[in-house]
Structures are given as C-alpha cells and as structure tokens.
C-alpha cells in the first residue's frame, strides 16, 4: 500500500509539472460556443460550464497545490523547529513571550484566522502562502519545544550543570532524543501539506476574485453577472 500511495502521489507530481505538455490548453481561456462538451481527443476531461478544459484547469490547480503544500510545511518547520528550540534551549522571558505567542494563535481557528489575514491583506497566492504558515508553525514550535525540555531533564545533564557546564549541557542530549524529534516533525510535515491544500481549497470557495485556478478566476464572475 505504501508503494502504491508513492507511485500514485508521484504520477499526481510529474502530471502537475509536465501539465502544459498534456494540456496546452489556457486555464483561463473560454469557449461559450462549445460550453459543458463532453470528453474528446481535444478536451480529455471535456469543457466545464464556461468553456474552459477542465484537464487544463485540473493540471495548473495541481501546480499551485504542491507549491503550496511544499512551501508552506517547508517554511513553517524551519520557523517552528527554530523557534521552539530556542524556546526550550534559552528558557525564562523568551520561552514565556514564545509561549504566550503560541497560545495567542492556537486560541484562534486556524482557518478563520488566515482567512482574516488574506481579507486584510488581499486574496493572492502569495498573501495565502504567507497567512497559512502564520498558522502552521505553531505545531512544529510545540513539538520542538517538549522534546529540548525533555532533554533538559535527563540525568547526566543535570550532573553536567551541577559541574558548571551550564546551557552548554544540553548539546549532549543523546541521538534517540534528536531522532524522536525527528519523527514527530516529519509526521506533522505528511499531515501539514495535506491541511495546506485543503485550506487553500476552502479560501477559493471565500475568494473568486483572482486569475488562479485554485483561487477562483474573476472571469466566472464576470460571465455570471451577464447571464
């Protein structure tokens, strides 16, 4: 089954890159004459209600969910990890203002938050990338966190602090605890691309106002006004 979800996953990439090669058709490009067709040799998937082909729109969403879901579990885990680890490592105010900056945004919906942000700051891809690792770095930070305070509690770290080794006792915190760590960052990763793309899926029901297939189009809009 792993194989299987490997290969299934790895088709979904390669068919999102080489999309243009498989469908060199416009996203946004519109026949009204040859509206809701049905699949042919020209149009695979066929036309959705507005002439557009639905392969062409399928393929570039796809781009902009793996961007997405690359980008911000990528960025968020750098945050997070950085963050909580100083955290945990440094300890006193900055672990409290870290803290507190972290209950702040977990007593919030994470959705409706970065909905928030994209409405103040303007439905874009890139505003939508930005307002989804505000809230997705958080988990990273909590996991890092307890496993640095964990390691702060191991015995023979507290008998190199009682020798005077100070905060330099924590860097011998041995490998299980860094592998431990490890493991748990990378199944928030497997969970926090799959969240990322079904965020940006929800915001495009919020937003229709941008060229994106995957933030809405405006032209809908547009075409719906004058029928």
């Known amino acids: 089954m792993l194989r299987l979800g490997t290969l299934i996953v790895v088709a979904a990439a390669v068919a999102a890159i080489i999309g243009p090669v498989l469908a060199p058709w416009d996203p946004a490009h519109q026949e009204l004459a040859l509206r809701l067709a049905p699949p042919s040799m020209a149009h695979l998937f066929g036309l959705d209600e507005l002439g557009r082909d639905i392969l062409a729109r ?132 497997r969970h926090g691309r799959g969240n990322s793309r079904r965020s940006v899926a929800q915001l495009s029901r919020a937003w229709r106002s941008t060229a994106d297939p995957e933030l809405g189009n405006d032209a809908e809009r547009r075409a719906s006004a004058h029928s």
Not at 73 to 80: D, E, F, M, Q, T
């Open 58 to 189: 399928v393929l570039a969403g796809a781009r902009i969910s793996f961007l997405v879901g690359f980008t911000v579990v990528s960025v968020s885990a750098l945050v997070g990890t950085t963050l909580g680890a100083l955290a945990g490592y440094v300890g006193g105010a900055l672990d409290d203002a870290i803290s507190r900056v972290i209950d702040m945004l977990l007593a919030f919906p994470g959705l409706l938050l970065a909905i928030a942000l994209v409405a103040v700051l303007g439905p874009s891809l890139g505003n939508v990338l930005f307002a989804l690792t505000v809230i997705g770095w958080v988990s990273y930070a909590r996991l890092v966190r307890g496993q640095v305070l964990r390691a702060r509690e191991f015995e023979y770290v507290q008998a190199a602090r009682a020798l005077g080794a100070g905060t330099r006792a924590y860097s011998l915190a041995p490998p299980d605890s860094c592998r431990d760590s490890s493991g748990g960052r990378s199944s928030d990763s």
